[in-house]
């Protein structure tokens, strides 16, 4: 039996480790050791946000992976649409995902106000996207994990990965702090550590880290039904929290991420939330930092990487594209090439 090592428990890592188990390989699962982003991820599917057209066909791919993925599994995913205002393209952007075919409804006042009544500050017109959704990331990749061990993968973490193993032109095993675990191929879904991983064997790929805070509430009675993107992102989870991501600044002379500030962080997006809804009184309850893997030209990695057995799956927008990377990753395994993957191959760097 084929003996394959993933890199990387988070939520990409989960999925491609439920299919790959799923379709009888050996699977074993080493998170690195390193905390990734999964665990700060602010969770939103969809494919409103795409940088070309082959970019958007891809995440609309993902959309329709999640919608089978939740076919099989219960998973902490809520298909709650999203709407969208506060930027000044909004219409092109309405024209944009139109001419691709994707589902989006314009809003009046009248008609967002029907939808949120609890809004505080309502906008003359919005983009509803009503086939995305959003999901507990880490919550998720527990689960996916969970039923690939049910399928017989093996999860270790906590320790360390050293290296990637190779002799005459392939792969053999990854050393990790624990010792050699042998494979036949190793799919690195490490987030920001796959450079140092991937540059021993002369493979160079251009990945800036972004770190970014994930702020969550502590719970109220629902008021949102939706995503909002206003441009900043807020969604109201089932429990009742609501949750707020921010980019956070590298100091230039530094190069080193400001650290959590409780006015610039904690209380600035509770004001930034109590303009849009009535949570007055409302207080957050954790902040958790995670590490964006952005590629230089800000698309996906995934495929082949030149060594025979080794795979890359690095990207940003993780949560939109794990389910079909878990997909795409057995028919990688099987030496198919998917057409999809063509413009995201490590080859381009």
Not at 241 to 251: A, E, G
């Amino acid at each position: 039996m084929s003996r394959v090592v993933i890199i990387g428990a988070g939520i990409i890592g989960a999925a491609i480790a439920e299919r790959v188990a799923a379709a009888g390989r050996d699977v074993t699962v080493v998170d690195g050791g390193v905390p990734g982003s999964t665990s700060a991820s602010f969770g939103w599917i969809n494919a409103s946000y795409f940088l070309d057209d082959a970019h958007f066909r891809l995440r609309a791919e993902g959309l329709r992976s999640w919608r089978a993925l939740t076919e099989r599994f219960d998973l902490p995913v809520t298909w709650q649409g999203t709407l969208h205002w506060g930027e000044d393209d909004l219409a092109a952007t309405e024209i944009a995902l139109r001419d691709l075919g994707y589902p989006v409804e314009r809003l009046s006042m009248a008609g967002i106000t029907a939808l949120e009544p609890s809004l505080r500050c309502v906008p003359e017109m919005a983009l509803r996207y009503p086939s995305e959704a959003a999901a507990d990331a880490a919550g998720t990749a527990t689960a996916l994990l969970a039923a690939a061990c049910d399928a017989g993968a093996r999860a270790i973490y906590g320790q360390r990965v050293r290296s990637i193993l190779a002799g005459d032109g392939r792969v053999v095993g990854v050393e990790t702090d624990a010792g050699l675990i042998p494979a036949d191929d190793v799919i690195l879904a490490a987030g920001p550590g796959c450079t140092a991983l991937l540059k021993p064997l002369g493979l160079e790929f251009p990945i800036t880290r972004a770190p970014g805070d994930l702020l969550v509430t502590r719970p109220t009675v629902p008021m949102l039904a939706h995503i909002l993107v206003v441009p900043e992102e807020i969604r109201q989870a089932p429990d009742g929290r609501f949750h707020l991501p921010s980019s956070v600044r590298i100091d230039p002379v530094t190069a080193q991420p400001e650290p959590f500030c409780i006015d610039k962080t904690g209380d600035a997006a509770m004001a930034r939330l109590s303009r849009l809804l009535p949570v007055d009184g409302l207080d957050w309850e954790r902040v958790t930092r995670g590490e964006r893997p952005m590629p230089a030209d800000g698309l996906p990695v995934i495929g082949a990487t030149g060594l025979t057995g080794l795979t890359v799956a690095c990207m940003h927008s993780g949560v939109t594209l794990a389910a079909l990377v878990g997909e795409l990753m057995v028919k990688v395994l099987e030496g198919a090439r998917p057409e999809i993957l063509d413009p995201y191959r490590l080859s381009r760097f």
